[in-house]
């Protein structure tokens, strides 16, 4: 008897539960429960699209003074709701430039969202900004407090990096790279409750910048807690936005850890009516095997087109598949690290797994010496290790110099990862060369993977001064001060006529050419990749 009162009790919580999911309106709130063990209830205002309440277990997440929206928030909008296959409660949310839904399944804890553009924003920066209670979730994932901005005591640069207990933060500084990045969170640690984003391929097949774009990811800012899927933003742009939908994405509240986007099912998406979602039926994929390149280094294939964007880490091996691809004809990137080795064409027709090998290697020459690798970024340097996390004034960072590198006894921390015009150019390497290496021509090659306010090397050899390159192409946007480090990655090459080098000692300095700012980090700047003397 006993065992079957348990079985009735448990049997009418869950139908009590069930038959509370639904859409409820009452004045300006359209109201969805859930229906969860973990009771989860949101409010999205009818006029604007902001997400009022978040209650998850019965407690308030959201923070109150300003709602959880697409950009800075809609203004106005066409809300309408519905009940979808009896398990799923939609929210369409429709301006002259974007549609916006947001999905609650039944039984769920997830805000399941997509966003239909037909331009971006005007404010520049096509985002979803989920605005959290500080005091309830003031843990950020998975950097820590890097760029938790609250309780600063002063501001070290703009009005978006502080100082913090005598530490530069900012919510740049929360960044991950795309193709990385499938979950951040904000969370408390008293009963583990997360809220955290989720996104996968179809996420991301719509945005701006390919697989080592990066932006913000969280903040706690004191008066809220900001978590954010940046889809589109001049943060570093080195591309087109791209329009049409970003999705399907998540906002999941847990208490069971920290859960992967990157495998999350969101194929559901196909039964919903969402303008612009091509399930997987009418996808194909990409398979082959990636050869060449530096030994070591990963290698990362990526597919785009004015359209989309998609990527994957080849295996050990060099072999890969790509996500689910739209139809459509690609260009199909190999790189080793961030540095791109070889690009071709791929058409990806639906239904169908397209095998596209690719090959690449870097020239071949004769290397006199080279510092640091091919990779696309500034490994190994100084201050590579740190710069992604606080600003180049901050104490924790060792000297920017000027240095010298000695080739043959310096290590690579005898370089640093940025050359600012005026903090620390120029750059002297030291080196020695027999007769035979001293004799004929020969090529100095500067790899950059950034560059600041029209910032690039200007090197002289020995007493030899070959001409300043031109500028490259500007991009409108700060760099290694917020933690970027990626652009269109100019390579430099100086000519040295024979006759230039000597047998013996030999001296190069490398200084940073342009105009002057007035600002001591956003002077010109160069991020290095490589450095190599070869003929």
């Known amino acids: 008897m006993f065992l079957q009162s348990v079985l009735l009790a448990t049997f009418a919580f869950s139908s009590s539960a069930l038959a509370a999911f639904g859409i409820t309106t009452s004045g300006n709130d359209i109201v969805v429960d859930a229906g969860s063990d973990n009771a989860f209830k949101v409010t999205v205002n009818k006029n604007s699209c902001d997400i009022t309440s978040i209650l998850f277990r019965g407690e308030e997440f959201q923070y109150q003074s300003t709602g959880t929206h697409i950009s800075s928030g809609l203004g106005t909008a066409t809300v309408s709701s519905t009940i979808v296959n009896s398990q799923y409660a939609k929210i369409t949310c429709t301006t002259s430039t974007l549609t916006h839904y947001i999905v609650i399944r039944s039984g769920d804890s997830t805000i399941w969202m997509a966003t239909n553009t037909a331009s971006e924003p005007s404010v520049g920066e096509l985002r979803f900004i989920a605005r959290l209670q500080p005091s309830k979730l003031p843990l950020e994932y998975p950097f820590g407090s890097v760029s938790t901005t609250a309780g600063s005591s002063s501001t070290v640069e703009g009005s978006d990096v502080y100082v913090v207990n005598g530490q530069t933060r900012s919510k740049f500084y929360s960044s991950e790279r795309f193709i990385d990045d499938y979950t951040h969170c904000v969370y408390r640690d008293d009963d583990a409750v997360h ?67 990157k495998t999350m099912d969101t194929t559901f998406f196909a039964d919903l009516g969402i303008s612009g979602y091509v399930a997987p039926s009418g996808r194909g994929t990409v398979t082959g095997t990636a050869t060449g390149g530096t030994s070591g280094l990963q290698k990362v294939i990526h597919w785009y087109n004015a359209n989309d964007q998609y990527w994957v880490y080849a295996d050990s091996s060099g072999k890969f598949t790509s996500p689910p691809i739209k139809p459509g004809t690609y260009t199909q990137v190999f790189y080793q690290g961030e540095y791109k080795l070889a690009s071709s064409s791929v058409t990806v027709s639906a239904g169908k797994a397209t095998t596209a090998n690719i090959s690449g290697s870097l020239p071949s020459h004769t290397t006199l010496f080279k510092i640091g690798e091919y990779d696309g970024q500034p490994t190994g340097f100084r201050n590579a290790d740190k710069f992604l996390r606080m600003h180049p004034s901050d104490s924790r960072m060792s000297s920017w110099g000027p240095l010298t590198y000695t080739v043959g006894s310096s290590s690579l921390t005898d370089v640093p990862m940025a050359l600012f015009k005026d903090v620390n150019t120029p750059l002297t390497i030291k080196f020695t060369l027999t007769s035979a290496q001293a004799s004929g021509a020969a090529t100095l090659r500067v790899a950059t993977t950034l560059s600041f306010a029209g910032g690039r090397p200007s090197a002289v050899i020995n007493s030899y001064s070959p001409a300043t390159p031109a500028a490259p192409t500007k991009i409108d946007s700060r760099g290694v001060t917020r933690g970027a480090y990626r652009g269109f990655g100019e390579v430099y090459d100086f000519a040295i006529p024979s006759g230039n080098l000597v047998s013996g000692s030999n001296t190069i300095t490398i200084s940073v050419a342009s105009g002057s700012s007035g600002d001591t980090y956003l002077e010109p700047n160069v991020i290095l990749d490589a450095i190599e003397l070869y003929r």
């Open 195 to 261: 809220a955290c984003m989720l996104l996968n391929s179809y996420s991301y097949e719509r945005s701006s910048g390919g697989p080592f774009f990066r932006d913000i990811d969280s903040n706690n800012a004191g008066d809220s807690t900001n978590l954010y899927f940046y889809m589109n933003s001049g943060h570093v742009q080195t591309e087109n936005y791209r329009m049409g939908l970003h999705g399907p994405y998540g906002l999941q509240f847990s208490r069971s850890g920290i859960p992967s986007g």
